[in-house]
């Protein structure tokens, strides 16, 4: 065949029309091998939700935490996405395994502990951990005193959290200065990050500008998901104290819940103050003055009796003295 001719596939004209051609004829193509597979392997939404559980884990966050919101809908998105991703790979297209990895923000007592118990839930749901549990952690379990120590104790830890989710609470802690051993476990935690990224998912937690700068080390880059908790509200605070005591069977009198939401207003000045954990703290030792009141009263008590919180048990606080 003369060197001029064209071959018998390639009709005369210049290379560049017969090689667009081809693109979109292959593109044709394509498109056509994806509507096919979406029509044999079409999924139902609702049904794969309903096969995950997820409704069901979504429903105990709702349950278990008053407020958040903003929290709470970042990880239905969370989750979406996830089984969006499932979906995807079921009806062949592209479905590369996302980064799990995740921030919390926020100062203490505001739900993260809770919500990365329920996100270890999600994981295992839709498949992206084999056991689906969580394992807490902070820097006293992962750095240890002595050079070379503390990339051993990080990677036991690590290996107790594999097929589930590793939560590092207070996590810029791991490192504090040029040379601090934390350095080790960092770089050890970097590695599973970026090896073992389909056997676990880590959550670093802690306050969030001790956090922001804690990333500028480049651990930042490794996290896909940045969730921040707010502090919560006089009512969501109130609220919470309520569900705390309907667990424990107790309850305020008029007078005690009016006691104790002066009680919040007048903390929430103060400092230190810990959210849920500090309600949590607040009732206990409402519940010990309660026992004392009782008791001094040396009378025979009904059931109603031990349950009531009045006004004397929240009165007696340090913070009432204080003001």
């Known amino acids: 065949m003369n060197e001029d001719e064209a071959p018998p596939d390639r009709p005369p004209g210049p290379i560049s029309d017969y090689l667009s051609r081809v693109e979109r004829e292959r593109a044709e193509l394509r498109n056509e091998q994806r509507e ?35 929290v709470k809908t970042r990880i239905r998105e969370i989750a979406h996405v996830l089984l969006a991703n499932s979906m995807r790979g079921k009806v062949g297209l592209v479905a590369e395994r996302p980064n799990l990895h995740m921030s919390f923000t926020g100062r203490p007592g505001t739900g993260k502990t809770t919500v990365a118990l329920r996100m270890a839930e999600i994981l295992y749901r839709l498949g992206y951990v084999r056991k689906g549990h969580l394992v807490s952690a902070n820097r006293d379990d992962l750095v240890s005193q002595y050079a070379g120590h503390s990339d051993l104790k990080t990677r036991e830890v690590i290996k107790r959290a594999m097929g589930g989710v590793l939560f590092i609470d207070d996590a810029y802690e791991l490192y504090k200065v040029e040379g601090d051993f934390g350095a080790e476990s960092l770089d050890a935690l970097l590695r599973v990050m970026a090896d ?22 480049g651990l930042g880059t490794r996290v896909a998901h940045h969730v921040d908790f707010q502090d919560y509200s006089l009512d969501e605070l109130l609220a919470i104290a309520h569900t705390m005591l309907d667990r424990l069977n107790y309850e305020f009198t008029p007078s005690g819940e009016r006691a104790f939401r002066e009680y919040l207003s007048l903390r929430l000045q103060q400092p230190q103050f810990a959210n849920a954990r500090s309600v949590r703290n607040a009732i206990d030792r409402a519940r010990l003055r309660q026992a004392t ?8 008590l009904k059931p109603h009796d031990l349950r009531l919180i009045d006004e004397s048990d929240i009165r007696q606080s340090w913070v009432f003295l204080k003001a």
């Open 36 to 70: 096919q597979l979406s029509r044999e392997g079409a999924v139902d939404i609702d049904e794969a939700f309903r096969l995950s559980h997820l409704g069901e884990v979504l429903a105990k966050l709702d349950r278990d935490l008053v407020g958040l919101g903003a």
């Open 196 to 217: 073992n990224h389909e056997d676990i998912a880590v959550i670093f937690s802690g306050d969030a500008e001790r956090m922001a700068r804690f990333f500028q080390s």
């Open 293 to 300: 009141r009782l008791f001094g009263q040396k009378a025979t």
